[in-house]
């Protein structure tokens, strides 16, 4: 059983756990991570779904994402995750998240890395995923709305693409 830390609502640890699938107490929540891994083309790594997996079964997602588990950072969720999904090792140790989102029941940090990364050197498939390929931010959004990739908010699949190379809120590149 997989087992997640509880955090408040100011992302501070508690000292409570609680296991995969149970009901969130009151101003309980827990940290989720995505990894985006970017080519020098400007493409995304994107996954197919395993036919298993229990939720949106043979749908794409983006490369890899998570829950952290009871004692990991983010980063360490991160590297896991991607070495679980997809075979490929990541060293996030000195980096923080690009952005992170709050959802209903948590902070899900969003790691945006330009990789050289060979796909045909990944072992697949996995448990959890059928298969990868690269994709363009307009291919991604297309697929959504033809339902075959989970349905994320258009502008935040636009966010990640636009937001690879920078931190922060401002056009680094327009600001003195």
Same mark, same amino acid.
């Given at each position: 059983?997989?087992?997640?830390?509880?955090?408040?609502?100011?992302?501070?640890?508690?000292?409570?756990?609680?296991?995969?699938?149970?009901?969130? %107490?009151?101003?309980?929540?827990?940290?989720?991570?995505?990894?985006?891994?970017?080519?020098?083309?400007?493409?995304?790594?994107?996954?197919?779904?395993?036919?298993?997996?229990?939720?949106?079964?043979?749908?794409?997602?983006?490369?890899?994402?998570?829950?952290?588990?009871?004692?990991?950072?983010?980063?360490?969720?991160?590297?896991?995750?991607?070495?679980?999904?997809?075979?490929?090792?990541?060293?996030?140790?000195?980096?923080?998240?690009?952005?992170?989102?709050?959802?209903?029941?948590?902070?899900?940090?969003?790691?945006?890395?330009?990789?050289?990364?060979?796909?045909?050197?990944?072992?697949?498939?996995?448990?959890?995923?059928?298969?990868?390929?690269?994709?363009?931010?307009?291919?991604?959004?297309?697929?959504?709305?033809?339902?075959?990739?989970?349905?994320?908010?258009?502008?935040?699949?636009?966010?990640?693409?636009?937001?690879?190379?920078?931190?922060?809120?401002?056009?680094?590149?327009? %600001?003195?």
């Amino acid at each position: 059983m997989e087992t997640w830390d509880v955090y408040d609502k100011d992302r501070k640890l508690t000292d409570k756990q609680m296991n995969r699938g149970d009901t969130f %107490g009151q101003d309980a929540y827990h940290l989720v991570i995505h990894v985006c891994l970017f080519n020098q083309l400007g493409e995304m790594l994107i996954q197919q779904r395993h036919p298993n997996k229990e939720d949106w079964k043979n749908m794409w997602d983006i490369t890899v994402g998570g829950s952290a588990k009871t004692g990991e950072t983010s980063q360490q969720a991160a590297e896991r995750e991607v070495k679980e999904e997809i075979g490929y090792t990541l060293d996030l140790q000195n980096m923080r998240p690009s952005l992170t989102v709050n959802f209903e029941y948590g902070f899900d940090d969003y790691y945006l890395i330009e990789t050289d990364l060979n796909i045909k050197n990944l072992t697949l498939p996995t448990e959890e995923v059928k298969q990868v390929r690269w994709a363009s931010k307009n291919e991604i959004i297309n697929m959504i709305s033809e339902g075959l990739f989970i349905p994320y908010h258009e502008p935040l699949i636009a966010l990640l693409f636009d937001m690879r190379f920078n931190l922060g809120a401002h056009n680094q590149r327009l %600001g003195s």
